[in-house]
């Protein structure tokens, strides 16, 4: 029999004891057993979401951690964590529904907006409010980690936020065009964000491996971006012109595809958002999940989840993980008593500013 064992926390946490686990083969075959009885003979029940996390299936109590940027950290959404307040985190993001539906025991949540993947893994952060350097995302993490969620590429070499930038500046230059993907296809015909989004999948890599040597013991799951821009057609909340929204979606598919290799990869697991978020993207009126052009204080910065895509992403990954169980209808996220810190119901003075002068 393993003993249990004291493990040194992140910075400002405490220590805590690691409990005593089953070997792997155990856990799984015990997994397998709870699925068949509780999915597999149940009439009429969800269809099955792939691989379900034995972490979740085994019943004990589980220890999440969530790394990520600013689609898992949530800027704007209400309420915004104060700690850090530069890292735009919300009470509401998918990580703290997922908390709450998964009844975790602990719950630590590290996203911060701006972040690349080298913020998880090498270096302290500079956040976009100006003010205290979160350490290392990965030293959340430790032997006791049962659970780890990374939402992260889509900042690193400027991937998104150049686009968005660029494809709303040039769009009135030829609106029934595509300004946006020419400006960015240099002189040799190479697309460089697509070249851009196949080479951040090295990237993650790296960090994934970097996650695996700090939580051992844990279930690592990427989760991928949900749809911003709509399969067809264009609309008056996403300020592109017609030709780079399909150019738009080619990026981000592409990205998806990095995260998701990325996952195979280095042992990971891969939770794709894109399907689920069909009729949700930034031109979807009541139905959307994303922001488009206009930042709306309260709700979401530009081209940001709005708290319904928050919650809607994590009402996914609750149906994955679970193999097809439908998650709670709570409205805001609910998780476990003492895992949220001080928050405000508003941003503070100088978020919405800062928010403006720099893109995520």
Known sequence: MQNSRLVPPYPGGTMRTVRPRPSRSILYAAAALVLATTLGTAPGGPAAAGPASHVVASGEPIDYVALGDSYSAGPLVPAQRLDPLGCLRSTNNYPAFLAGYLKVRSYVDVTCSGAETADLDRRAQTTIIPGPKPPRQID???????????????????????????????????????????????????????????????????????????????????????????????????????????????????????????????????????????????????????????????????????????????????????????????????????????????????VVAAWRGQSD
């Not at 590429?153 to 030829?174: H, P, T, Y």
């Not at 709670?328 to 119901?345: L, M």
């Open 140 to 350: 959340a993490l430790s032997a006791g980690t049962d659970l780890v969620t990374v939402g992260i590429g889509g900042n690193d070499r400027k991937l998104f936020g150049s686009m968005i930038e660029v494809c709303q500046k040039v769009a009135e230059l030829d609106p029934q065009g595509d300004p946006c993907r020419r400006h960015f296809t240099n002189r040799r015909g190479v697309d460089t964000k697509l070249r851009d989004a196949t080479r951040i999948q090295r990237y993650v890599g790296r960090t994934l491996r970097a996650v695996a040597r700090r939580a051992p013991n844990a279930e690592v799951y990427v989760v991928g971006y949900p749809r911003l821009l709509p399969e067809r057609g264009t609309c008056k909340a996403v300020k592109f012109a017609a030709g780079d929204y399909r150019w738009g979606n080619r990026i981000e598919r592409r990205l998806n595809r990095s995260l998701r290799r990325a996952a195979v990869n280095n042992g990971a697991t891969y939770l794709n958002l894109y399907p689920a978020s069909r009729g949700h993207d930034a031109c979807a009126g009541q139905e959307a999940w994303i922001n488009g052009s206009t930042l709306k204080p309260l709700r979401a910065a530009d081209f940001h989840p709005f708290l319904r895509g928050m919650r809607g992403s994590a009402q996914e990954i609750y149906r994955q993980l679970t193999g097809g169980r439908t998650a709670p209808g709570h409205g805001v996220a609910q998780p476990p008593i003492g895992s949220i810190g001080r928050s405000s119901t508003t941003p503070p003075p100088g």
